[in-house]
């Protein structure tokens, strides 16, 4: 997928083409996640739309639940979706900065035998 050190940087589109693919990839992450929990909420807690978008929301970025679980069953989903989430958070992230860091090692050729 990425150029190996003996070809040259790809070209600014290229590399903004990537990033835009990978930003894309990223947000579809994210989305996708949020729909997953707020249809978590909706079925184990009988949230609203609107308060399972916020507690998933809150989730995804760090911040813990708005309104804590009644049901056993919404327990248990929000510890899952606590855990899922943490892991949601750190590859989103990764997958915005990978290319960003590849084209800054790849200028400076960088070698793993250094």
Do not use: C
């Not at 309104?67 to 069953?73: F, V």
Request: proline share 5%; aromatic share 12%; hydrophobic share 50%.
């Amino acid at each position: 997928m990425y150029e190996s050190r003996k070809h040259p940087p790809l070209p600014r589109i290229h590399f903004l083409r990537r990033l835009a693919l990978h930003a894309a990839a990223s947000m579809g992450l994210v989305l996708g996640s949020i729909v997953i929990g707020m249809v978590g909420y909706g079925y184990f807690e009988g949230l609203a739309w609107r308060d399972a978008f916020l507690n998933s929301a809150m989730l995804l970025g760090g911040m813990g639940p708005v309104d804590a679980p009644k049901t056993d069953g919404g327990k248990i989903f929000a510890g899952l979706y606590a855990l899922y989430a943490g892991l949601v958070f750190i590859v989103a992230t990764g997958l915005l900065f990978v290319p960003i860091l590849h084209r800054l090692l790849h200028k400076f050729h960088w070698d793993e035998s250094q």
